[in-house]
């Protein structure tokens, strides 16, 4: 798609707008009015500090990452650096690079940091997660409401309560707006804003050798390509707030006559996805400036991010669809596989209970998921995040001895098809399932030993 937009386009650029051009709330409103932006004064002091000291403290501890992914069967290092914070055993795959989450502080959960600095940073940005639920609660209930305009113009700048009191306060209220809202579209909203993590994102862009420039509009540097944000929750809000260090750096500049974004800024670029006939849009993001991207905007628009001239951070929250990305998934998985195997209770020799196509091959795709989805991502780039703390040696510890059982279980399954026991006929199916799992798991060794 990109190939046949680009070759549409020859040497032509499509038009953008941003707040310098008259268009440009018509064009928000009419093609973008998903995208819910709100200023830094709107946001509580106290957040900014206690987020802001965060970033700093993760990046004077080196907790940021560049991340190996990789796309269309090519490795690339990200601009980017990263790192995952979220609920414990939570993790969040993108390009192929399963990231592990830094547990935030969490009720019931023994979580050891590495200093108390970070658990300090940790615990901001689980209070920043808290704070943009809340908010992106009442911006989807303001989207839904067939109220006037005083009702909508309310929810997005009634912004007078302390940090302290106001996320609960908040939310008694919304609970209470039945006027607006049913308890059933308030579940499903509160559902669909409930993130469970944020991956945050750092970049100087004066140390970057080369960034890409954006190929559609001519915007300049990207920070991120164009993209959808990718394995989320469907319809799912995704809430970022953004840092950019401007204290000493270049100020935005009040030429009037510069044309399209001003370079020494940071932006985040929407379009429509795959579409030559709606003009972009680009909005600066200056420190403490959050925006959400409510409902289906993620998947009908793509999203860029603009770099400017000075570093930044951004914390990016995020509803990540976890029903295979959690470890009790995957220890549910194990324990699946595992049931076919026994222990004679006097020799303690193993041995397999059955030799079916479906139980052989259901086993040996789940020790393919442990290996190459969990502990070869872990050890290829996940053990970095020892940096914050250890939680995660443990239970990944766990994960590789149950995986070598289930080596286990291949040799045995390719002893027993060797025994006369067994049908010229049986013998066909369980090796016909086998090969196949058997070959991937081979092709995946050493595609990963390259990388």
């Not at 209470?176 to 750092?202: C, G």
């Not at 995704?238 to 950019?244: D, H, I, M, N, W």
Request: with cysteine.
């Amino acid at each position: 798609q990109k190939k046949k937009l680009l070759e549409e386009l020859g040497e032509s650029r499509l038009p953008y707008m941003t707040p310098r051009d008259a268009g440009f709330c018509q064009l928000w409103k009419t093609k973008y009015s998903k995208l819910i932006f709100r200023e830094s004064d709107t946001v509580p002091e106290e957040l900014h500090r206690v987020v802001q000291e965060a970033f700093l403290t993760l990046r004077k501890h080196d907790c940021f990452f560049q991340d190996l992914v990789r796309i269309k069967g090519k490795d690339f290092v990200t601009p980017v650096s990263r790192i995952l914070i979220g609920n414990p055993g939570c993790t969040y795959k993108y390009l192929n690079t399963r990231l592990f989450t830094v547990p935030w502080p969490t009720e019931g959960c023994e979580i050891k940091y590495c200093s108390p600095e970070i658990h300090d940073a940790c615990k901001a940005l689980m209070q920043l997660n808290d704070y943009l639920h809340t908010e992106a609660v009442q911006a989807l209930q303001g989207q839904n409401s067939s109220g006037t305009k005083e009702t909508k113009d309310t929810v997005v700048t009634d912004r007078e309560q302390s940090f302290d009191t106001s996320i609960k306060e908040k939310e008694s209220v919304l609970k209470d707006q039945s006027i607006y809202v049913s308890e059933d579209d308030y579940t499903r909203l509160k559902n669909r804003t409930s993130f469970n993590l944020t991956l945050l994102n750092y970049m100087d862009p004066l140390q970057m050798l080369y960034l890409k420039q954006e190929p559609y509009f001519g915007m300049g540097d990207m920070a991120v390509s164009w993209h959808h944000d990718e394995n989320l929750v469907a319809r799912s809000t995704v809430a970022v707030y953004s840092y950019s260090c401007e204290g000493s750096a270049i100020e935005e500049s009040n030429e009037q006559n510069l044309e399209g974004r001003d370079p020494a800024v940071w932006h985040v670029g929407l379009k429509v996805a795959w579409d030559i006939e709606t003009p972009g849009l680009a909005m600066p993001l200056h420190q403490g400036d959050c925006y959400f991207m409510l409902d289906d905007l993620n998947m009908t628009h793509q999203h860029c991010v603009l770099a400017g001239f000075v570093p930044r951070f951004s914390s990016t929250h995020r509803v990540v669809d976890c029903s295979r990305g959690t470890l009790e998934y995957i220890f549910g998985r194990c324990e699946l596989a595992l049931q076919n195997l026994q222990t004679d209770s006097d020799s303690k020799a193993l041995s397999l209970k059955s030799l079916g196509a479906a139980v052989v091959k259901q086993a040996e795709e789940i020790h393919n998921e442990v290996e190459f989805e969990w502990l070869r991502q872990f050890w290829f780039q996940g053990k970095r995040y020892v940096k914050c703390t250890d939680w995660w040696l443990k239970p990944m510890a766990k994960l590789q001895e149950l995986w070598r059982k289930m080596e286990v279980m291949t040799s045995l399954i390719l002893c027993e098809v060797g025994k006369e026991e067994q049908t010229v006929e049986q013998r066909r199916e369980t090796i016909s399932c086998l090969l196949l799992v058997l070959n991937e798991r081979q092709k995946l060794r050493e595609e990963w030993t390259t990388r």
